[in-house]
């Protein structure tokens, strides 16, 4: 059992964390032995709850400098204008 939590903790966190997000977070939680329908489960719910988590937090991450920035670069870009 705590090798399963182990084991869905990291999906959801791979998920979370944007330079692994779902695209790798999946086949990596698949190879490290989670079956498939969790691994799927934990990545997807480790990506979405990065949206509730940034609205509800968004005033109080902006106090940390460096995400402030990272915040100010995302909506200068050039996608962000079209």
Known sequence: ???YI????TAWLMGFTPLFEIYL???ASVGLGLDVFSSVFWSWFGSFFVIPFIAYSYVWLTK???INSY???MANSKASKN
């Open 1 to 3: 059992m705590l090798n």
């Open 25 to 27: 977070a999946v086949p």
């Open 64 to 66: 940390i400098n460096i």
């Open 71 to 73: 915040f100010i670069k």
């Open 6 to 9: 182990a084991l869905a903790a």
